[in-house]
């Protein structure tokens, strides 16, 4: 069935680094590809999203282009805050086209110290 | 507006007994879905309802119900509980079902069986 695989974490940088979490995917189609986060002690929140291949996908500082050619899906942000502390989810919609029935990852941790 | 909610929010059982938790979407939100969330197996999708109909199944015991009433509010009740249960069960809504709307999280209940 469809998967997606992120990097382990926790991954600790100081303010203002460069951030990368890196995803892939195996789907037998063309999935829908979401980065979600979830900020200590809150739900999921939808971060960016990207529904066809080279869509690019961006909020907040955070970007991630949907590549085809590579199955997947990386997140980067080019300054880090300490509020962007949390856990971030990379996940497909095993129904092409849609945003339903998500798989995750295994979430990485992030940790951003002055 | 109010965002998902979800009651209860902290759930202690013992093994063998059942248990329903509840969930309220957004106002104008027809689809709910369900994800169970561990440690170990991490975020899974369980169930979609969408008009009172189950729409996508996941890969989960019989044992995982739910239902969908008329004002889009779902139950989901898991029967003879097992130690593996505990998790935290999330619910998120969407305005369609099948389209590229955005899943709307709920903060979860957190359910231990002991």
């Known amino acids: 069935g469809d998967s997606v695989t992120q990097m382990e974490g926790p991954v600790t940088l100081s303010e203002e680094a460069f951030l990368t979490i890196n995803c892939t995917y195996t789907?037998?189609?063309?999935?829908?590809l979401f980065w979600y986060v979830q900020y200590p002690g809150e739900g999921l929140q939808l971060l960016l999203k990207?529904?066809?291949?080279?869509d690019k996908g961006s909020n907040k500082g955070f970007e991630a282009t949907y590549r085809k050619e590579t199955t997947s899906f990386h997140l980067e942000k080019g300054s880090v805050q300490v509020s962007d502390s949390a856990v971030y989810f990379c996940a497909l919609s095993d129904l092409p086209g849609t945003a339903s029935k998500l798989t995750f990852g295994t979430g990485t941790r992030l940790q951003v110290t002055l | 507006k109010a965002g998902v909610t979800q009651t209860p929010r902290y759930l202690i059982k013992t093994r063998g007994q059942q248990v329903t938790l509840s969930c309220s979407p957004i106002?104008?939100?027809?689809?709910v879905s369900w994800y169970q969330q561990t440690p170990g197996q991490g975020l899974q999708f369980l169930f979609e309802?969408?008009?009172?109909?189950?729409?996508n199944k996941g890969n989960f015991p019989g044992r995982f119900s739910g239902r969908q009433f008329s004002n889009s509010r779902s139950e989901m009740n898991v029967s003879t509980l097992e130690l593996g249960d505990s998790a935290l069960y999330l619910c998120?809504?969407?305005?369609?079902?099948?389209?590229?709307?955005?899943?709307?999280f709920g903060p979860g209940t957190r359910l231990t069986v002991l």
């Open positions: 106002s104008g939100h027809r689809s």
């Open positions: 998120a809504s969407s305005r369609t079902s099948g389209g590229t709307d955005t899943q709307y």
């Open positions: 990207a529904t066809k291949a080279d």
């Open positions: 309802y969408f008009s009172e109909t189950q729409r």
């Open positions: 789907a037998t189609g063309y999935p829908s």
